[in-house]
């Protein structure tokens, strides 16, 4: 893939790709509409091809958290059309890559070294490109190293590029105001911590090591010696992505093992640690023939508040389902029904987000659960692609759910996914402390 000499910095610059990707998403839908009239051959899929090239040219181009916006919608299925989400994942470890100039700029201004006073061989074409950073290889003392750089410029301008981001995100996900500042505020936070480095390597360090008993995960090892603010130096670690790891044609059984290290990885870390990787897309995980999994990038991390997690995994719960009081209270307190909604409304989305909790929360009702049988996950991604176009949420300029719930949900989603697309059948039982203390007193 050929490589990027430059990303646009000043706000200017990058306000000015912002603009042309949105008159390009316009002009492609003046053409469609125009076609059409004269009648002219013409699909929705086609317009949205266009719009989906048109759009990630521009944002694979400035980098940062305009590609990671791209990265984030080619995981939630239900928020744009196929054609989107298929480009758009190429954002995942397939953007194109820094020259080598840029590479050793951004070493120059970090340590005041290059690469070669640093290790003992470094690879300046990169192995892998993502959204806020890409991955080179390296030998440090006859250990070799992947060097996770940071795309100059991406820290500083998250929050500009988030606000000129608006009226493209408006257009394409088709979101109301107040749906819109709630996801960016929440998305902003994330992608500010995301952009931090050292942040970054203090957390990999502390979650690596209380989930280091979990059977069949491995980690790198780190080292902040080598690293910075905004490079991460770590160990390479060996293994397939989820697309070639299939290709290869693994047995049940290692899918089996394979898919319950990944939902144990989850499970530990919500119930346990109150503080999640909720970045599930394949291009942070590295699957083996033998069955291991391996987590390489802990740079998206989402602190689970007491209040919204005591809340949330008693609503996901089956046992809930027959106690109508009490899940309304919990809509209540999670948003999802809001103290102006009139009765009548109140009952509406009462229903609605109750069918929502029996299908989220179906894995949770079982001992076992198997996400390899067909259409579960294509259910799950319909429904709330379904929601999407209810007229008494598009209408209604307002937010419903926590803000906390975008990336928790993104969580259970990213999830879902990697275990549907694995075919694992996995145990799932929920932790007993999970059980609502009036279920528990009904009990004794």
Known sequence: MKSQEKIPTSKVARASKFANATLKV???????????MVGSPVTKEELHAENAKDVYDALSNLKGSALKMAQMMSMDKNLLPRAYTDKFSMSQ??????SAPLVMKTFKSNFGK????????????AKNAASIGQVHQAYKDGKKLAVKIQYPGVADSITSDLRMARPLAVQLL???????????SEVQERLLEEADYELELKRSMEITQAISHIPNLFFPTYYPELSSKRIISMDWIEGKHLKEFLQTNP???VRNQIGQALW??????????????????????MFTQDGKLGVIDFGCIKEVPTHFYDNYFQMINFDLLENDERLGEIFRELEFILKEDSPEMQVFFHKLFKQMIEILGRPFSKATFDFGQN?????????????????????????RGSQHGLYINRTYFGLYTL?????????TTKPEHLTPTYLKEVAV
């Open 26 to 36: 316009g002009g492609n839908y003046v053409k469609h509409y125009a076609k059409k």
């Open 93 to 98: 470890y397939s953007a194109p890559p820094l």
């Open 114 to 125: 290059s690469p070669s006073d640093l290790y003992d061989e470094f690879d300046f074409d």
């Open 174 to 184: 088709n979101l109301n105001d107040a749906e819109i500042e709630r996801y960016f």
């Open 251 to 253: 047995s049940q059984e």
């Open 264 to 285: 144990d990885f989850y499970d530990f870390q919500i119930h346990e640690l109150k503080t999640v990787h909720a970045d599930p897309h394949p291009g942070n995980f």
């Open 375 to 399: 259409g579960y996950v294509d259910e799950v991604y319909a429904f709330f692609e379904e929601v999407s176009k209810i007229k008494e949420l598009k209408s209604a300029n307002v937010a």
């Open 419 to 427: 275990l549907n697309d694995l075919g694992a059948n996995i145990v």
